[in-house]
T-cell receptor, first 113, second 112 residues
Framework: NAGVTQTPKFQVLKTGQSMTLQCAQD?????MSWYRQDPGMGLRLIHY?????ITDQGEVPNGYNVSRSTTEDFPLRLLSAAPSQTSVYFC???WGQGLYGYTFGSGTRLTVV | GQQVMQIPQYQHVQEGEDFTTYCNSS?????IQWYKQRPGGHPVFLIQ?????EVKKQKRLTFQFGEAKKNSSLHITATQTTDVGTYFC????????????FGKGTLLTVNP
């Protein structure tokens, strides 16, 4: 298993540009989520999905869009990038039922100039 | 929303010293998880605690869940340079059982 794969690893965008951060997992996990990590703020939940076709907002959803057409993929779209979206983005999927945990991807470092 | 508060924010120790980070919630938690993130890396799952008063050990790491299930701690005995990183507690319930809410973490640095 490759686990959770995120692409790209690094990206620089200009203000107003749009882009999609890719996330894929090959573990057949139903639940997937996106976090952003900023200094001093910890990890904050952007959007999550409990299965194909089902998504919901997290703590900081504004400026981001998601869809879940398959179990494997959960892309995060930045509609019109802003400098405030400069951050490290992590995708995660949940394993287990009674005892469970989350597997994180290696992250995407995004800079918006 | 529900929050877990983590202290201290930073901790610098000499190699061989012990280290403890604490996590507190204003509400009762169904369970709590701990993650470690190395500098420049991604969070890695360490453990999940479910039962009131639970204590689990992983080599030099000891995890505790409070009797009231409102607090937790991670204790590292005799730190090593490989322990460097940020340790996060996380509340997996977040009101819906699917929202993993993280504390802000404790950054541990170890002086060799």
């Amino acid at each position: 298993n490759a686990g959770v794969t995120q692409t790209p690893k690094f990206q620089v965008l200009k203000t107003g540009q749009s882009m999609t951060l890719q996330c894929a997992q090959d573990m057949n996990h139903e639940y997937m989520s996106w976090y952003r990590q900023d200094p001093g703020m910890g990890l904050r939940l952007i959007h999550y999905s409990v299965g194909a076709g089902i998504t919901d907002q997290g703590e900081v959803p504004n400026g981001y869009n998601v869809s879940r057409s398959t179990t494997e993929d959960f892309p995060l779209r930045l509609l019109s990038a802003a400098p405030s979206q400069t951050s490290v983005y992590f995708c995660a999927s949940r394993w287990g039922q009674g005892l469970y945990g989350y597997t994180f991807g290696s992250g995407t470092r995004l800079t918006v100039v | 929303g529900q929050q877990v508060m983590q202290i201290p924010q930073y901790q610098h120790v000499q190699e061989g010293e012990d280290f403890t980070t604490y996590c507190n919630s204003s509400t009762t938690l169904s369970n709590i998880q701990w993650y470690k993130q190395r500098p420049g890396g991604h969070p890695v799952f360490l453990i999940q605690l479910v039962k009131s008063g639970e204590v689990k050990k992983q080599k030099r790491l000891t995890f505790q869940f409070g009797e009231a299930k409102k607090n937790s701690s991670l204790h590292i005995t005799a730190t090593q340079t490989t322990d460097v990183g940020t340790y996060f507690c996380a509340d997996p319930s977040g009101g819906s059982n699917y929202k993993l809410t993280f504390g802000k973490g404790t950054l541990l640095t170890v002086n060799p």
